[in-house]
């Protein structure tokens, strides 16, 4: 009867999803300066940060991939006032990878020279930002920092 019990487990356990990327290993590469994500193998569309499923179709067949790190600065907003634990001003954006996910980032940029203009920029990953937990997350955070480039 146990054995039994024991071959039904190691079925689950055999059966349980792989995920490609896990959470832990996109922030330990982030801050590496390497941004990883998932490509869909039924679409082909890119998801970044990592899901559990494809961001397009639901597909779980997804593959870890290196993305290039470039994108377009779509739009973007300055912390005055920042939360209790952060560091202000600084500069809180969205980029459109070259891969098409956007994803949020900081941006490091002088924010006295900040005008209108700076929008639709081509952008690269900088590095990976390291924000220790405070009393409203569930520990350390790493961010995309991204950098204009053109
Ligand atoms: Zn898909």
Redesign the pocket.
């Known amino acids: 009867m146990a054995g039994i019990e024991i071959e039904e487990a190691e079925k689950e356990l055999m059966e349980a999803p792989k995920y490609p990327l896990t959470m832990d290993e996109y922030k330990k590469t982030l801050k590496e300066g390497k941004l990883l994500g998932l490509r869909?193998?039924?679409?082909?569309?890119v998801?970044c940060p990592p899901m559990m499923?494809?961001?397009?179709?639901?597909?779980k067949?997804?593959e870890k991939i290196e993305m290039s790190g470039k994108g377009e600065l779509m739009t973007l907003t300055v912390i005055n006032v920042p939360p209790e634990g952060f560091e202000g001003p600084y500069i809180v954006c969205l980029v459109k990878t070259a891969e098409g996910p956007w994803i949020p980032a900081r941006l490091d940029y002088d924010i006295s020279k900040l005008t209108p203009e700076v929008l639709g920029k081509t952008v690269e990953l900088k590095e990976g930002l390291t924000l220790p937990g405070d009393k409203y997350s569930a520990g350390e955070r790493v961010v995309p920092v991204f950098k204009v480039v053109e």
Do not use: P, Y
């Open positions: 869909c193998g039924a679409c082909g569309e998801t499923v494809c961001q397009r179709c639901g597909s067949e997804l």
